[in-house]
């Protein structure tokens, strides 16, 4: 009796797990998801989801820092075991891959704001990473 209790609350709870989520496309042809409404004007679907995600962590590219007094702020520093420096190198190698690729390259800036990298600056975050991947990964 308390089974079918609880099985037929759970039904009646299910719709209320959906959300609501917008998708359009910009005029640079950037597919954007967002819960809020596109700006006014702007052509867009509502994408009905069902259940919950947890949000997804930046891209490597997007989130490698500019400076190492970024790093500080941003996050405490990891302990230096095994596991983290193998993941530290993994980022490392998507990061040079991202940044010697051909695709643009975007990050976020400290006002939250992201802007895509010019060639100078890709040159200059892939010497960074090149040089802290030689110095931390090629050793090991």
């Known amino acids: 009796m308390h ?9 009646l709870l299910a719709p209320l797990a959906t959300a609501q989520v ?12 967002s819960q809020d409404a596109p700006p ?25 820092p500019e400076s190492s007094s970024q790093t500080a702020a941003a996050a405490p520093p ?8 193998s993941t530290f190198c993994v980022s490392l190698r998507a990061n040079l891959a991202a940044l010697q690729g051909s695709a643009p390259v975007v990050m976020k800036q400290p006002d ?22 030689d110095q931390y990964c090629q050793s090991k």
């Open 40 to 64: 006014q004007g702007t052509k867009y679907k509502q994408v009905k989801t069902v259940g919950s995600a947890e949000p997804l962590s930046a891209p490597a590219a997007a989130s490698a």
């Open 3 to 11: 089974r079918s209790l609880i099985a037929v609350a759970l039904l």
């Open 78 to 85: 990891a302990a230096d075991t095994s596991g983290n420096q």
């Open 112 to 133: 939250g704001k992201t802007t895509a990298l010019d060639d100078d600056q890709r040159k200059q975050q892939a010497s960074s990473a090149q040089t802290q991947y």
């Open 22 to 33: 917008y998708k359009w496309t910009d005029a640079s042809g950037t597919v954007h998801y």
